[in-house]
């Protein structure tokens, strides 16, 4: 596999369920992202861990949980989401998250549809 | 604080004819500008990049973009477009001293044969 993937792709849950996103970066970058893309709406940064760190949080609800166990992997632990949290969740990555110069290689993206 | 504002949230052109996408930028800072592809069920993929070199910057896929400070502008351009060119392209930009990067509410291209 190379560049960033996601899985799983598609995914349709319940406001009640628990489940997790997952992406891996096969490129040896250091800093990873999470996205919302909504309809009609600009593309939301949510979390960024740059060498595993957590360093940015925009506001996300706590119904979000992030996880980064090494610079490869990154996961979103959802729980109790709500209808409008349906959307297309696009991991990121980048080589650092400190200059900006280098631009994100992003992955497919999850589609999300919370029922 | 910086912005970008996507003037058009559609574009139609014919097969063959110039494509012009246009993208305005707020930025505090000497920016860093960015422009991405996003074809239907994919994640974004960079077509170019601007980051204080040459203003004109030439990208993938015959894609090009001029940096303007004057009109504060980084318009994406391709003399003749082409079918698969078909997608939403997303205008960035990011300032300061990391890589926060601002995006666009994105331009549907369609390209009518």
């Known amino acids: 596999e190379t560049g960033v993937t996601q899985t799983p792709r598609h995914l349709v849950m319940g406001m009640t369920n628990k489940k997790s996103l997952k992406c891996e970066q096969h490129?040896?970058?250091?800093?990873m992202y999470w996205y919302k893309q909504s309809a009609k709406k600009p593309l939301e940064l949510m979390f960024v861990?740059?060498?595993?760190?957590?360093?940015e949080n925009n506001s996300v609800p706590s119904r979000f949980s992030p996880e980064c166990p090494n610079s490869s992997h990154l996961f979103l632990h959802l729980h109790t989401l709500q209808p409008e949290d349906s959307a297309l969740y696009l991991c990121?990555?980048?080589?650092?998250?400190?200059?900006?110069?280098?631009?994100?290689?992003f992955g497919p993206g999850t589609r999300l549809t919370v029922l | 604080a910086q912005s970008v504002t996507q003037l058009d949230s559609h574009v139609s052109v014919s097969e063959g004819t110039p494509v012009l996408l246009r993208c305005n930028y707020s930025s505090s800072y000497s920016p860093s500008l960015f422009w991405y592809v996003q074809h239907p069920n994919k994640g974004l993929q960079l077509l170019l990049k601007y980051t204080s070199a040459a203003t004109l910057v030439k990208g993938i896929n015959g894609f090009e973009a001029e940096f303007k400070r004057s009109d504060t502008s980084f318009h994406l351009a391709k003399p003749s477009a082409h079918m698969s060119d078909a997608a939403e392209y997303f205008c960035a930009v990011g300032s300061g001293g990391y890589q926060k990067v601002t995006f666009g509410t994105g331009t549907k291209l369609q390209v009518i044969p």
């Open positions: 490129l040896g970058h250091n800093a």
């Open positions: 990121a990555s980048s080589q650092e998250w400190s200059s900006r110069y280098n631009e994100q290689f």
């Open positions: 861990y740059n060498f595993k760190e957590q360093t």
